[in-house]
């Protein structure tokens, strides 16, 4: 999945992304999976943990102001999309209710 994402990423953004160290994926399901041994899954309290790491590891490896300029015309041109959608369209129904805070839709 790691390589799919990869090539895709470096498809739409013209330079090549490095690979995940060896047994990442599974390091790092495991230390997931580990957060309640006794329960196979997820908890609700497992997912809250989840985003507490998922929040840290975003805030220490935050992308760059130059990555941000390569993706800007990409994510503009999708906003340009959703706001022509016709306003009875699904796909404008469910930009404008992520645009006014409801990242779930619902």
């Known amino acids: 999945m ?3 994402i990869r090539d895709h990423m470096a498809k739409e953004m013209g330079e090549e992304f490095p690979e995940y160290p060896k047994n990442f994926e599974k390091k790092w399901y495991n230390s ?3 957060l309640s041994p006794d329960v196979k899954g997820y908890t609700k309290e497992d997912a809250r943990h989840h985003s ?3 929040h840290a590891t975003r805030n220490q490896y935050r992308i760059s102001v130059e990555e941000i300029k390569k993706a800007y015309p990409s994510y503009m041109a999708d906003v340009k999309k959703f706001r022509d959608a016709p306003k009875e369209s699904k796909l404008r129904a469910e930009y404008e209710k992520r645009r006014n805070g409801d990242p779930d839709g619902d």
Request: aromatic share 0%; proline share 0%; hydrophobic share 45%.
């Open 2 to 4: 790691d390589k799919i």
């Open 32 to 34: 997931i999976d580990k």
């Open 52 to 54: 507490r790491l998922m």
